[in-house]
């Protein structure tokens, strides 16, 4: 029987409508001209202008920051989720605490930025990288608490009870057997979770006070008052980051898998 080549063309065709914008952004980032309706020659004039913007600097290490400690603070808050999750399901407490992960995984990003701000002013909290880190670890947890969970669900006990039976303790086996063999989930939501935290604009947008901008909202705020080739240099940069950590995490969910 022949094959249709119909699921393969509308395949092609809605890969070509997601990416090649994205294309057309990375090739104007090496446009000489102002504006992209018009090719001039190729040049790196607004990656070295880019190397020069202060204020775009100071919102990047601020992101950093908060995709950093928000990260870390996911990958521990994560795991032990994931943990508790695995060890004592099937209880009510339990089909409770799997809807509260879940949950950020399906509420709308404004309203969860909503709600945030309206929780931290409540509290006469001030809007800083502080709320800002606090606010994504709220939803970076999820997608590591999910990762390891998976992990987890393949994940032979066995090794750890003989472990504890030759002498080692809890902290020993947790240390040495545990955490080790669940590093490939571990790092794969941390990775996600990493760059999830430098993507977001939404959330950020509501939390965010006085000299708290990261790198989403000062892109946002340079389309609004008029930067185009600056934006493509920049935006091409954040997705290279960006592919890099995606290729990392599923290298290690592989990698995980494989071993498990």
């Not at 004592?88 to 709600?115: A, D």
């Not at 990493?194 to 389309?223: C, E």
């Amino acid at each position: 029987m022949k094959h249709s080549r119909l699921p393969a063309i509308v395949t092609w065709l809605v890969m070509g409508f997601f990416y090649l914008p994205i294309l057309v952004l990375v090739a104007n980032s090496f446009n000489s001209s102002r504006y992209g309706g018009q090719w001039e020659s190729t040049s790196l004039k607004w990656y070295i202008r880019l190397m020069g913007e202060r204020d775009i600097w100071q919102a990047l290490r601020n992101t950093l920051a908060v995709a950093v400690s928000a990260t870390l603070a996911s990958m521990v808050l994560g795991t032990s989720a994931a943990f508790a999750l695995h060890r004592f399901v099937g209880s009510r407490l339990q089909k409770l605490h799997y809807g509260l992960i879940y949950m950020p995984l399906v509420i709308p990003e404004i309203l969860m930025g909503l709600s945030l701000q309206l929780f931290f002013v409540s509290l006469n909290v001030e809007l800083s990288l502080v709320t800002i880190g606090i606010a994504h670890v709220t939803f970076c947890l999820s997608f590591v608490t999910m990762t390891v969970l998976a992990r987890l669900q393949d994940f032979d006990f066995s090794i750890v009870e003989a472990a504890q039976d030759l002498g080692a303790g809890w902290w020993t086996s947790l240390w040495r057997i545990l955490i080790p063999m669940l590093a490939p989930g571990i790092l794969a939501g941390g990775l996600l979770a990493f760059t999830l935290s430098i993507d977001d604009f939404v959330i950020s947008f509501f939390v965010a006070g006085l000299g708290s901008t990261t790198l989403p909202i000062k892109i946002y705020s340079m389309i609004k008052y008029g930067s185009p080739p600056l934006i493509n240099a920049l935006s091409t940069i954040l997705l290279t980051v960006t592919f890099v950590c995606v290729l990392g995490s599923h290298y290690l969910s592989n990698k995980g898998q494989k071993a498990a």
